[in-house]
Nanobody, 123 residues
Framework: QVQLMESGGGLVQPGGSLRLSCVASGSIFRISGMGWYRQASGKERELVASVVSGGITNYADSVKGRFTISRDNAKNTVYLEMNSLKPEDTAVYYC?????????????????WGQGIQVTVSS
């Protein structure tokens, strides 16, 4: 019902920057929350940052002061600006969108995940 398209990952040197984008499309009536998670090799998926309606943001302690999440409601897009990247930021990053979707007969809640995008921080 909801499709997510992630972009912006890649290889960057320590101290560098990347900007991730995630565009949501489909039968979306209203988006209530958007976020980024990551999963490093051999570790569990963890929340990196999230933003809910009203613009309230939440960050993992490990990225506070370095990462900034933002959303463009008109474009159903969430961004993650990542600065001062460290090797420990290396992971697959996943976009998550929580929304109300509208089908022909009803409204229902939905939580969708992107396919993931690799971010590698290495010299």
């Amino acid at each position: 019902q909801v499709q997510l398209m992630e972009s912006g990952g890649g290889l960057v040197q320590p101290g560098g920057s990347l900007r991730l984008s995630c565009v949501a499309s489909g039968s979306i009536f209203r988006i209530s929350g958007m976020g980024w998670y990551r999963q490093a090799s051999g570790k569990e998926r963890e929340l990196v940052a999230s933003v809910v309606s009203g613009g309230i943001t939440n960050y993992a302690d490990s990225v506070k002061g370095r990462f900034t999440i933002s959303r463009d409601n008109a474009k159903n897009t969430v961004y993650l600006e990542m600065n001062s990247l460290k090797p420990e930021d290396t992971a697959v990053y996943y976009c998550n969108v929580v929304s109300i979707i509208k089908t022909t007969a009803k409204f229902s809640s939905d939580s969708s995940w992107g396919q993931g995008i690799q971010v590698t921080v290495s010299s």
